[in-house]
């Protein structure tokens, strides 16, 4: 089945600074990528996904990139704010069949003043 | 709008208890899943359910069974509760697998 590793295990980082989180897989026939955000005491919240046919995708401070060829993909936060202080999953499954969703083991941001 | 609604949200056992976790969504969602979530080990599929009548096993079956009571719900249950099924349980829906799923926000069970 699929296997989807996620690192670091935590990151800290300056308000304003930028955060990057990376994750592979082992299916190459995943074709879909979510990423969620987890804040204490929540269940996760989807932030953004990306689909196969596409490398790179973004949403105000937030992008998700895409590499095919090496099986990994990275989530990207720029101007970082305490808000964003949370646990980050990726997950990776084959959308429209029956795949399941297979998550990393999560990120635990930090962003200090 | 309340999304996945799940009861209760914490919960103490004693080993060899039985519980029935639910879960609820108003969404229109035709696909549901049962989660479960220890340190390190991120989210864990136990059983899901792709439409209304039916289920099937994820990756951490074992000591649980589900009930797909109608399209609005599904229910989660412990039929004799050992202290390794501590843990948070979430419950998600998406419209169909392998949409985007939404989450209600778990319940934290403890088993003495």
């Known amino acids: 089945g699929e296997n989807v590793e996620q690192h670091p295990s935590t990151l800290s980082v300056q308000e304003g600074d930028s955060a990057v989180i990376k994750c592979t897989y082992s299916?190459?026939?995943?074709?879909?990528f979510p990423w969620y955000k987890q804040e204490l005491g929540k269940g996760p919240q989807l932030i953004i996904d990306?689909?196969?046919?596409?490398g790179e995708k973004k949403d105000q401070r937030i992008a998700v990139t895409l590499n095919k060829t090496a099986k990994h993909f990275s989530l990207h936060i720029t101007e970082t704010q305490p808000e964003d202080s949370a646990v980050y999953f990726c997950?990776?499954?084959?959308?429209?069949?029956?795949?399941?969703?297979?998550f990393g083991t999560g990120t635990r941001l930090q962003v200090t003043l | 709008n309340a999304g996945v609604t799940q009861t209760p949200k914490f919960q103490v056992l004693k080993t060899g208890q039985s519980m029935t976790l639910q879960c609820a969504q108003d969404?229109?969602?035709?696909?549901m899943y049962w989660y479960r979530q220890d340190p390190g080990m991120g989210l864990r599929l136990i059983y899901y359910s792709a439409s209304e009548g039916t289920t099937d096993k994820g990756e951490v079956p074992n000591g649980y069974n589900v009930s797909r009571l109608n399209k609005r719900e599904f229910s989660l249950r412990l039929e004799s509760a050992a202290p390794s099924q501590t843990s948070v349980y979430f419950c998600?829906?998406?419209?169909?697998?392998?949409?985007?799923?939404?989450f209600g926000d778990g319940t934290r069970l403890s088993i003495l």
């Open positions: 969404m229109n969602h035709n696909s």
């Open positions: 299916d190459s026939a995943s074709n879909y």
């Open positions: 990306i689909r196969s046919n596409v």
């Open positions: 998600a829906s998406s419209e169909v697998v392998g949409q985007p799923q939404h």
């Open positions: 997950a990776a499954s084959i959308s429209g069949t029956a795949s399941k969703l297979t």
